[in-house]
């Protein structure tokens, strides 16, 4: 599982969801805070399609944190004011940035393909409801 | 005549932030989780106005100010305003976008089809009286109905991503439309550096995603009225989620997901200007570009032909780049507007006493 894909997953999942999972890692791991949590701006930088240059679109408010697990560095970052979830998120980064111990990881990454399967499903209720709007408009007289 | 400061009044004001509170004379008090949830356009405009990201703190805000969308941008961008700057995304892709509504005005067939979503246009605009007294509950209920109808369909099968290629991207391949190489030009911050003239494309867009709603539709409003030579043709809108992505901070080679944002996107197709036969045979086709956060159609709309208007000549309003960059700006304009409202004691009496010199002088010459 790529960077992008375990942080999308954490990204999406709840505070105790996070949680639930970073425990896993407090029970095997010693972990110490390297940088106190604390909000950050990420400027968002967009590419419009007509001439296909970049601009800034705005801001987005995010919680950022660096911890040790086991003293290995973890990032967590997640958009918004969560604290905990970004403690949680680089507790989780950290561990998967150990050298080694597969089975334990497997554990971690299992339980992130259980909340991606989650997340798919509670967007696929909407993604059905917003697929029934699909219209076919038809031009009068042809 | 320079500034001249005012003091005094501090028990004045100490009352009347007071009675703030006193007008606002809410029996129940309403949550900003109830705000985020129920005002979720009005939330859209004032992140938006703000250049700011944040569904709570808008919501906050919001419920700061007894719902004045002013007072609110004001609040979130003074409070970005404390908050460092850590980090640049990486650029959002928006023809990945995840839709939740996706129109053509342009085409009737579009591949991936024309998806209504949720949306007003369509809706009877005759006031719900069933919502007044008690009646959430009923609403609730029939959300609740809704979602438990679509799930007797196959969720899991049908209920995919909705993700869908751009209408342009065929104008394109029929070289209808100019295919254009990417261009990386680093962009220009209007947040940070002073605007000047003529202004580099990144500092117009980012100035229209700023700017107020109200404004930017008026430019296009005028534009498409006769001042100004844009009346374009929605060649599509979309409103969906985009994965906002950075570096990941320990190894830059890799990269991380922060989080899904709700932004709408629009694409306007403007024929040439054409006056005479000759003009119409050589007709052809440009594009003007919108993209704002959250759900909110017509300024999207309105950005994108106020992006195609500055590329046309002329004498119009919505033609002249320093009067459409520099007047847009929601804090700017209120503040400026507000501020006649403070002490000009000094100023005022100096005008007076210009008025009374220049009144005596005719009366003595009158005598």
């Known amino acids: 599982m790529t960077k992008r894909e375990v942080s999308r997953i954490l990204a999406r999942a709840s505070k105790e969801e996070v949680a639930e999972t970073a425990s896993i890692v407090y029970e095997r791991c010693r972990v110490q805070i390297m940088k106190q949590p604390q909000k950050t701006l990420v400027m968002v930088k967009a590419r419009e399609s007509i001439k296909k240059s970049l601009f800034y679109l705005g801001e987005v408010l995010a919680s950022e944190c660096m911890v040790l697990v086991d003293g290995v560095k973890g990032a967590g970052m997640i958009a918004g004011d969560d604290f905990e979830k970004a403690v949680a998120a680089a507790v989780i980064d950290g561990f998967l940035n150990l050298e080694g111990r597969q089975d334990e990881k497997k554990v971690i990454l299992d339980r992130l393909l259980m909340l991606e399967n989650r997340q798919a499903e509670k967007r696929a209720e909407l993604n059905l409801a917003v697929q029934k709007s699909k219209v076919n408009f038809n031009v009068m007289g042809e | ?367």
């Open chain 2, 1 to 367: 005549m320079a500034y001249v400061a005012v003091t005094g009044g501090r028990e004045a004001i100490e009352q009347s932030l007071k009675l703030l509170e006193i007008f606002r004379d809410s029996k129940t008090d309403i949550s900003v989780s109830c705000i985020k949830d129920n005002m979720g356009l009005l939330i859209d405009k004032i992140m938006s106005e703000a250049g700011f990201y944040s569904r709570e703190y808008a919501a906050l805000a919001l419920k700061q100010c007894e719902g004045s969308v002013e007072e609110a941008v004001f609040l979130l961008r003074a409070y970005r305003s404390t908050l460092p700057r850590n980090y640049y995304s990486l650029p959002v892709d928006t023809s990945k976008m995840r839709l939740i509504r996706r129109i053509s005005a342009a085409f009737k067939d579009i591949p991936g089809g024309q998806i209504l979503g949720p949306t007003y246009d369509y809706s009877h605009r005759l006031l719900d009286f069933s919502l007044m007294d008690g009646e959430e509950n009923n609403r609730q209920q029939k959300k609740k109905e809704k979602v438990s109808e679509d799930t007797g369909r196959s969720v899991a099968k049908e209920g995919y991503d909705i993700r869908c290629g751009r209408v342009t991207d065929i104008l394109k391949k029929e070289k209808v439309l100019a295919e254009t190489e990417e261009d990386n030009t680093p962009p220009f911050d209007v947040t940070s550096d002073v605007l000047t003239f003529p202004a580099p494309r990144s500092a117009r867009l980012q100035t229209f995603a700023r700017s107020d709603a109200g404004f930017l539709g008026g430019v296009a409003y005028s534009s498409m009225r006769g001042y100004g030579a844009v009346h374009p043709t929605v060649s599509e809108l979309r409103c969906g989620y985009v994965e906002v992505c950075i570096p990941y901070v320990l190894d830059e080679s890799e990269e991380i997901c922060i989080g899904d944002i709700l932004v709408t996107e629009v694409e306007a197709l403007v024929p040439s200007h054409t006056e005479t036969e000759e003009e119409f045979d050589k007709m052809t086709l440009s594009g003007g570009y919108g993209l704002i956060f959250g759900r909110n159609e017509n300024k999207a709309i309105a950005m994108s032909i106020a992006d195609a208007s500055l590329e046309t000549e002329g004498n119009t309003p919505s033609q002249d780049e320093e009067f459409v960059l520099t007047h847009g700006d929601c804090l700017e304009m209120s503040g400026f507007i507000s501020h006649l409202k403070l002490p000009h004691y000094v100023t005022f009496q100096s005008k007076l006493d210009r008025v009374r010199i220049q009144e005596d002088e005719q009366e003595e010459k009158n005598d």
